[in-house]
């Protein structure tokens, strides 16, 4: 092996350590509690170390978060695989991604709309390679979707097929998306300011009502 490459195999595995750290605060306190002090003492490590792997402590949260995806990505596959149609398919991915993000709100946000997408894509990039296993086994056009660091992006991925399908006009794919993603957002803020006082199911079933209403605005 060369030395280039066992340099890099040190440098994730200390990536690894604050990772593991910022998600055991993450899970024993709160995101709210995490703080770079306490990352690095739970680690080990000086703070002037963890700044040398992360750009600062939203950054490290960004990897941290990353964990949290493993669940969904792991049952993604089997969820969908009975939908008979594209538009079907959008909807259950959107149901289990909800499911999964409604459980997880900052989180979630902290990933999708707090991250600056460049960083976002560097992120799932090292996330994954220090954590190969957390991606699981995945259809092309699913790792296709996953790739895609943007929410924005992640969600038209899903939306196009039903275009191409004559469910919808392909023009309208965009504006759809974007109202979707909108709408996601929106509870998915309502859930984190509301304290835990919203049920969540209730909130995942309302979302994909306005899916579907959202659908069927633009049907051909």
């Not at 490290?60 to 008979?84: C, P, Q, R, S, T």
């Not at 997880?104 to 296993?133: H, M, S």
Request: glycine residues 4%; hydrophobic residues 40%.
């Amino acid at each position: 092996m060369s030395e280039k490459s066992l340099k890099e195999r040190q440098r994730l595995r200390t990536m690894s350590h604050f990772i593991d750290a910022a998600h055991e605060i993450i899970e024993n306190e709160g995101i709210e509690e995490i703080t770079v002090r306490k990352v690095a003492d739970v680690a080990g490590y000086n703070i002037g170390t963890l700044y040398n792997y992360f750009k600062n402590l939203d950054h490290l949260i960004g990897f941290a978060g990353v964990k949290y995806l493993k669940d969904y990505y792991a049952v993604l596959d089997d969820y969908i695989k009975e939908a008979d149609n594209a538009e079907v398919r959008y909807i259950k991915i959107w149901q289990l991604f909800c499911k999964y993000s409604f459980e997880r709100p900052k989180i979630w946000k902290a990933i999708f709309f707090l991250t600056p997408n460049e960083d976002v894509r560097e992120i799932f990039d090292e996330y994954f390679e220090i954590y190969p296993g957390d991606f699981g086994i995945h259809s092309d056009d699913l790792i296709t979707m996953l790739n895609a660091p943007d929410i924005f992006d992640r969600s038209r991925q899903c939306l196009a097929p039903v275009a191409e399908e004559g469910i919808i006009p392909k023009e309208c794919v965009d504006e759809l998306n974007e109202m979707t993603v909108l709408v996601y957002r929106g509870i998915l803020e309502r859930l984190i300011t509301s304290h835990d006082e919203l049920d969540k199911k209730v909130e995942l079933e309302k979302f994909v009502n306005f899916v579907k209403i959202g659908l069927n605005a633009f049907r051909l």
